[in-house]
């Protein structure tokens, strides 16, 4: 097979910092099962564009998916993770389409003022009081997988809602990394389909893969070690900087 280059328009200072961001998100990641599409997917969209920005964070996912999840499926809460999951990939494709329809510079905007919404809703302390069942899940899953397909991130409305539950913290973060891998497996195929899984997009979720892989053993490590209430103002930090930063370019 011929040797395939890496695409030398990459090799600048934008990869080291992009790096950066990846462990960092690996961390919060590893550490609470989410959060490292809400950090990866305005950095890397700021970094390079959307349509690429966006598929190499849902790309990189697939480590800490094959890391964290076997675990995860014996704790999680399959009933509730379906009830979101399978209403997400139905909505998914009606998302991606707004991904390739809107001009890069406004959807990288949206993306991170997403993000900052969510940052400031998990600081103050909120939680949803409203109505939990079948039904219920299945709004917040359409929410979810439309958020998914149009700007990589999956998570917001379904952190919101069961991180207002009175499950344990490891039974959250089960469901959550459930929920997620069954979303990131539609989202590459959706993203395949669109044409959104290119070569570049290849190299660079490849180069991406060690800084995330390394940071989320190291979150995974820290799980049982570190104050859930030290980490989680780290992580909603990060998620703040990162939003307004994105915003502001």
Known sequence: ??????????????????????????????????????????????????????????????????????KAIKIANWKTVWAFGIPALILLPAGTFILVSVPADDMRRAIGAIVLVVALI???????????GVMPSMCVGLVGGSLAGATGVAGPPVILYLMSSDDSPAQTRANLIAYFTIILFGIVATFSLKGLVSLNTLWLAAAMLIPFIAGTAIGTRMFPLASE?????????????????????
């Open 229 to 249: 209430r030290i980490f989680r103002n780290i992580a909603l930090t990060t998620l703040t900087v990162s939003s307004l930063y994105v915003l502001a370019a």
């Open 122 to 132: 998990l600081w103050s302390g909120w939680r949803y009081r409203g109505p939990r």
């Open 1 to 70: 097979m011929p040797d395939i280059p890496f695409p030398a328009e990459y090799l600048d200072m934008s990869l080291l910092y992009a790096a950066l961001s990846v462990f960092a998100a690996g961390l919060i990641r590893g550490f609470s099962g989410f959060g490292s599409a809400l950090i990866n997917a305005p950095v890397l969209s700021l970094i390079w564009g959307p349509t690429i920005g966006v598929p190499v964070a849902a790309l990189i996912e697939v480590a800490p998916a094959i890391q964290l999840t076997p």
